[in-house]
T-cell receptor
Framework: DAGVIQSPRHEVTEMGQEVTLRCKPI?????LFWYRQTMMRGLELLIY????????DSGMPEDRFSAKMPNASFSTLKIQPSEPRDSAVYFC????????????FGDGTRLSIL | GQQVMQIPQYQHVQEGEDFTTYCNSS?????IQWYKQRPGGHPVFLIQ?????EVKKQKRLTFQFGEAKKNSSLHITATQTTDVGTYFC??????????FGAGTQVVVTP
């Protein structure tokens, strides 16, 4: 079975550029989560969707960050303009809807903003 | 929001030894999940605990949920080099949102 698929795996870009991270959840999963992981702040939830609808985006750090889920099999996280402090590993995870479902994480995108 | 605290932050273990990592909350937890993240990898779900006093085992790993549902522990016996990684506990809410602890980073010395 295919797991959560994220692309790209690595991204290096210059400050000010637009960055788009992509995620394909596990088929049949109706909850999708975007996380950011850094040494300083650990694993932070940025936003999550249920049935393609954003439920809680309180973790999105700034207006420079936006996320969409146009259909059940695709989501994007966009940073525009990017800044060096956005450098981190970004994970996408999916699960079946509900409070006790395990989350399945993708391999992550390692983002470096120069 | 509510936060789960994990201790210790780092754990150096000699291969073959046992160790325990703890997850604590100031309020009652509805349930707790444990994840493991290998170096350079992604978090992988290990187990979920729901009931007060629940104990679950996975080979050399023993997970426990406190009677008051305010703490949880992960005990690993006879540590192996494959146990290297960071172990996270996380509380879930009714939406499925996870609140992760800071994790315990485990280093195993052969």
């Amino acid at each position: 079975d295919a797991g959560v698929i994220q692309s790209p795996r690595h991204e290096v870009t210059e400050m000010g550029q637009e960055v788009t991270l992509r995620c394909k959840p596990i088929s049949g999963h109706n909850s999708l989560f975007w996380y950011r992981q850094t040494m300083m702040r650990g694993l932070e939830l940025l936003i999550y969707f249920n049935n393609n609808v954003p439920i809680d985006d309180s973790g999105m750090p700034e207006d420079r960050f936006s996320a969409k889920m146009p259909n059940a099999s695709f989501s994007t996280l966009k940073i525009q303009p990017s800044e060096p402090r956005d450098s981190a590993v970004y994970f996408c995870a999916s699960s079946l809807y509900g409070g006790s479902q395990p989350q399945h994480f993708g391999d992550g995108t390692r983002l470096s903003i120069l | 929001g509510q936060q789960v605290m994990q201790i210790p932050q780092y754990q150096h273990v000699q291969e073959g030894e046992d160790f325990t990592t703890y997850c604590n909350s100031s309020t009652t937890l509805s349930n707790i999940q444990w994840y493991k993240q290998r170096p350079g990898g992604h978090p992988v779900f290990l187990i979920q605990l729901v009931k007060s006093g629940e104990v679950k085992k996975q080979k050399r790993l023993t997970f426990q949920f406190g009677e008051a549902k305010k703490n949880s522990s992960l005990h690993i016996t006879a540590t192996q080099t494959t146990d290297v990684g960071t172990y996270f506990c996380a509380e879930t809410d009714s939406w499925g949102k996870l609140q992760f602890g800071a994790g315990t980073q485990v280093v195993v010395t052969p």
